[in-house]
């Protein structure tokens, strides 16, 4: 844990956000905060209400206490947020997401929304041009892909879950302390930790990544399989550590990289169950994909599952039949640039219609 505070950057990608290691994450966060912002506003996950670590967040006056038991925030939330801060006496000049990434995302979109005109759906893109907002901070209280890092704010639409893709939603400074994971339920840190896996085991795969992205992916899976092939049911400080450091390779590593088949598999199932978490819909989509990722990906999965003694996860658990499979496909099939990243420029040649058929055939027979 020392050496982690003390760590230097062991990221070769250029991030945007100011990684600041902690041992006193939710101290140094408010105390940094308070230093450099003169009102800033909250917004924390209500789970951590209890969890006495983060007593001093909750006793801050402006704040939005945000129920994240969903898989990711919906634009409704973030124009909720929106309109109670613009009803507010004043403006805040920074906006604190503390909670694992769908507080985070929820901190991103409200702080560009706040100082752009539409509903937060009609941002939902790439490339789009925007105003900047508030200045972004994060305690991440769970480790995963990297939302501390990254200039992705990941929403569900009323027509589709796509992220506020724009430079001015990676936060400005994320504060990084390990044991703010302590009170997270083994269930919640087991599968973030696989989606972080996943993500950079994709990219050691793609095609059409950077090589600096590459690079980070490899450590961030050597880190992702070294927590994962131990029993998590007790929480461990130096895998905690570990675990903090690999989600950071996350964010960096997709900023120059991208992810592949299971991701792309995998936004068909969100798409069809809203209860579904991103990272149980990735592994589904993983465990079906064995003559894919033959090379280590597969077997991974399946040892880590048995490690952490947890039955392989099915889409039936979350209400996916065959009647969802026309419409997945079609979701899928348009995820073109992550067929792209995984088969290459000759990507058609492999993936058709028949082909991703089968393979939600065979994920909702599992
Ligand atoms: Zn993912």
Redesign the pocket.
Known sequence: MKDFVNAAPWWRTDIFTEIVTSGDGVGDFLKLLHERASSPFFIVDGILEPQTPFRGIFEQNDKFVFDASESEPRTGDVDRVVSLIKSMSYAPDAIAGVGGGAAMDLAKAVSICLSNPLPSEKYQGYGLDMARGADIWVLPTLSG?GAEVTPIAVLRGPERKLGINNKFVAPVVAVIDPALSAGAKKFNRFFSMM?CF??HYEITKSKTSAEYAVLDAHDGARMAREVLSCDMAEFDIDRAAKSAAASVLGGSSSIGGR?GVS?AI?YGLSNSSPRLP??VA?TISMLACRDIYSDGGWDDTVKFLEINGMSRPTAREYGINGSHVERMTKTAMGMEKLWLSHFGENWRDTVDESFVTDIYKRIISA
């Open positions: 892909t989606d996943f993500h992810v991701h995998s991103h990272s990735v």
